[in-house]
């Protein structure tokens, strides 16, 4: 921004960098399981925190900083049927 005056002007400047969104995928439990607490692991950017969502609770979990990994066992048995994981990355 410049702002003058009577007695002369000044200015900023100001540098910054948009950051990626990040990236999440789940590769387990897949099609079918029988546990009703599976450990639910997957991908995400290195470092990011990951919060996945079960009918029966959610989780939050930060994956590896180097992989991007992550596993979190579900705690709270899971109903027996059809299961839907919502998964969320977003950067640290």
Do not use: H, K, M
Request: aromatic share 4%; with cysteine.
């Amino acid at each position: 921004a410049l702002a003058c005056t009577a007695g002369g002007c000044s200015s900023a400047v100001s540098s910054f960098t948009v950051a990626q969104p990040p990236t999440v995928a789940i590769n387990s439990p897949s099609n079918v399981t029988t546990t009703t607490t599976p450990t639910i692991t997957g991908t995400a950017t290195p470092g990011s925190t990951v919060a996945l969502a079960t009918s029966t609770g959610s989780y939050t979990t930060t994956a590896d900083p180097t992989s991007g990994t992550y596993a979190v066992p579900v705690t709270t048995p899971l109903p027996a049927g059809p299961q839907t994981v919502t998964a969320v990355a977003t950067n640290a």
